[in-house]
């Protein structure tokens, strides 16, 4: 009866020993796992981050030439009026002159 309860005995603690050792094996491999999936997650995100900073600073570099060309224009419309003024200026003392 001794013997019986010792065997009894050494096959439940192989059984935990066994099991334990499955799952931490199991977690080791699934931590692993997730570790190199997290990394491509991350690596994709990080590229598609330079991607769209890339595509902000084109959008700031247009923006830029579109406001220069627009200070170009108001200071042509600017020149156009004064012009426009001095020329009705002028058409008005040639008025006054002849009538």
């Known amino acids: 009866m001794q013997i019986e ?49 890339k595509g902000v600073g084109e959008i700031r570099a247009d923006s830029a030439a579109m406001r220069g060309e627009f200070q170009e224009l108001r200071d042509k419309v600017i020149a156009n009026d004064q012009s426009l003024k001095n020329a009705w200026q002028e058409l008005n003392v040639l008025i006054q002159r002849t009538g």
């Open 5 to 53: 309860i010792n065997i009894t005995m050494l096959i439940a603690i192989a059984s935990v020993v066994f099991t334990a050792y499955n799952t931490f094996t199991v977690h080791r491999r699934a931590v692993s796992t997730d570790a190199r999936t997290d990394t491509v997650t991350i690596t994709t995100i990080l590229v598609k981050l330079e991607s769209i900073e």
